[in-house]
């Protein structure tokens, strides 16, 4: 006689998740695991969020997430069920560069462009937090990104001249 009984029920491991990116709604079936980063390159092929450390460090994935910025590493895509991501390709409207994405141009403040996609939402997501102009706090606010290049210069540039523009 089986005395050990049923077999306790198993938590799910897939869900249907709905992600709203870039305006866009997606169902998706993903592992629990899923981060949305994986989500977003693997699922839903937005390569333009980069995969830098893995591990929340680097910044090179940052999305906003309702205009707020997360690093996409550190976030499961379960956890956005149902909420607004943006990423770098939908800050262009009509085949306009976002004005961030303009200012960075403008001040060369890129080198091998990979961080680039993670500093523009980081600075987008800035400027919804505040306005400032301020070298020091720009740099302070800035901090989760990283770039190997060492473009900082030239991107607290950008971010300041963006600001002040009110872009
Ligand atoms: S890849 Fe997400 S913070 Fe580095
Ligand atoms: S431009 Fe190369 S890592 Fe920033």
Redesign the pocket.
């Known amino acids: 006689m089986d005395s050990q009984g049923p077999l306790p029920s198993t938590p799910a491991s897939r869900f249907d998740i709905g992600l709203i990116v870039n305006g866009t709604s997606h169902r998706l079936a993903v592992d629990a695991r899923t981060t949305l980063?994986d989500a977003l390159r693997d699922r839903l092929h937005l390569t333009g969020t980069k995969?830098?450390?893995?591990?929340?460090?680097?910044?090179?994935?940052t999305v906003l997430l309702e205009g707020r910025r997360i690093?996409?590493?550190?976030t499961l895509a379960v956890m956005v069920h149902g909420r607004a991501i943006t990423t770098i390709e939908g800050i262009a409207t009509d085949g306009e560069l976002h004005p961030m994405q303009t200012a960075f141009v403008q001040h060369d403040a890129f080198q091998c462009g990979y961080c680039t996609p993670g500093q523009i939402m980081s600075a987008i997501g800035l400027l919804n937090e505040s306005r400032t102009t301020d070298e020091a706090t720009i740099r302070e606010h800035m901090s989760g990104n990283i770039c190997r290049c060492g473009a900082y210069t030239n991107i607290v540039a950008a971010v300041r001249d963006a600001a002040a523009r009110g872009s």
């Open positions: 980063l995969r830098g450390c893995d591990l929340g460090q680097c910044g090179a994935c690093n996409a590493c550190l």
